[in-house]
């Protein structure tokens, strides 16, 4: 019988060659493990779902459906007499509760060696935690700040909001914390990777020559995570903080967008003062925001945004630049060029606007994108399109004529 060690030595061998390499190793071994010992176990050590399902979670640690006996497990044909589980109507179930101590030992009881960003509704901590015996999992830790004993109930109805978001582009929600202490936090897989503003902006060891291919498919992957967001999430879920800051890279350059449902857990006062500090003077924050208006806060606030990170993408440029010796922002600069003074864009005058640093880049592409983040960054936030649309143009399935260009 093969052996729980060999499983992973031999992935390559198996995984599916579409995925073309691309994939979480920890997940993959997590459903390599659980397939074989599903399989190749006899019946009576099989594990059970419960099992599966923690493993899977990442709340058991794999090697344990090889170590450990499954008990006997007794059918009932009686479905009628089936009491109802109550922990299946409970998504939170899904993630992994943890206990205060456990998280305060990971970072020297929230020391600031371990935070990366502090804001004024949450800190955020970079930590390695034990999951199982000789399982260790790099995870990125939320501390919400100024949560009330009744607010207990309010944290724990929104973890079942966002307890199903699962896409490629978005960073995992891995589990949570909430006592009788009113300590709220949240634990997701690790963002250690390089941002997305180190690699397009800054210098040195953070920074990287990001090729035309890898912008068009950073654009990509954040775009069909916020349409995930938007159309697919019920009910819809609005990121608010969306910025180069916010988004990671992994070693292949393939992009997670962080800090997704933060504003889930806010009241609406907290949310503003949070989304001031954070997007206020950024160059990300749409016009019609309103900060005593929580309604003005739509899906087109983060269109906004995400056609500004689409002007970084395609100049080089930080959301925010100088001009004529003043700070300005990277929206207000671009379409001060005569060429954009006239719609639609036709296309001329590229030279003026996009980064010398790409010597090669694929023309229709370079026009989709453009024409995209024109109609994001557009005033009108009723102009501007559904993200669904936005990434139809980017993946050349439709034409620009799909976008609202039009003033």
């Known amino acids: ?54 493993v899977l979670t990442g709340k058991l640690s794999p090697e344990n459906l090889w170590s450990a006996e499954s008990p006997p497990r007794q059918v009932n044909p009686d479905k009628k007499s089936r009491k109802p589980n109550p922990n299946e109507q409970n998504p939170s179930t899904l993630l992994q509760q943890f206990k205060y101590e456990d998280l305060a030992s990971a970072t020297k009881a929230f020391s600031g060696e371990y935070r990366r960003r502090k804001d004024s509704c949450f800190e955020v901590y970079e930590a390695v935690i034990s999951s199982g015996s000789n399982y260790e999992q790099n995870v990125t830790i939320k501390k919400l700040i100024h949560f009330s004993a009744q607010q207990k109930d309010e944290f724990e109805g929104e973890i079942k909001t966002i ?73 819809r ?13 992994n070693e292949k350059f393939e992009p997670k967008l962080a800090e997704f449902g933060s504003a889930e857990f806010f009241p609406e006062s907290a949310t503003h003062v949070s989304i001031d500090k954070m997007m206020k003077d ?73 980064d010398e640093k790409l010597k090669e880049y694929d023309i229709k592409q370079m026009d989709r994108m453009i024409a995209c983040a024109l109609a994001c960054i557009h005033d009108n936030p009723q102009k ?21 260009l039009l003033p």
């Open 1 to 54: 019988m093969i052996e729980g060690d060999d499983l992973i030595k031999v992935k390559d061998d198996f995984v599916d060659s579409k995925l073309r390499g691309v994939y979480d190793e920890s997940e993959v071994k997590q459903m390599v493990y659980c397939a074989a010992a599903s399989v190749y176990k006899p019946p009576i050590s099989r594990p059970t779902m419960k099992q599966i399902v923690q």
């Open 282 to 354: 950024s160059g990300y924050l749409a016009p019609e925001y309103d900060s005593s208006n929580k309604k003005h806060l739509t899906d087109k606030f983060d269109v906004y945004s995400f056609g500004v990170i689409l002007l970084e993408l395609i100049t080089g440029k930080q959301s925010v630049v100088e001009f004529d010796r003043h700070e300005t922002t990277l929206v207000k600069w671009m379409l001060a060029m005569p060429q954009f003074k006239r719609s639609p864009f036709k296309g001329e005058g590229k030279e003026n606007f996009v």
């Open 384 to 404: 501007r399109p559904q993200m669904c649309k936005i990434l139809d143009v980017l993946e050349g399935i439709a034409d620009l004529e799909t976008l609202n």
């Open 163 to 235: 307890v199903n978001v699962r896409h490629r582009n978005i960073v995992k929600l891995i589990g949570y914390c909430s006592d009788e202490h009113n300590n709220r936090l949240l634990v997701f897989e690790s963002t250690s990777g390089k941002s997305l503003k180190s690699c397009l902006h800054e210098e040195g060891k953070n920074s990287a020559d990001l090729l035309w291919p890898t912008r068009m498919k950073i654009a990509q992957g954040i775009a069909n995570a916020l349409k995930y967001m938007h159309e697919d999430c019920k009910p």
């Open 237 to 249: 879920i609005l990121h608010l903080f969306v910025k180069l800051d916010n988004i990671f890279l």
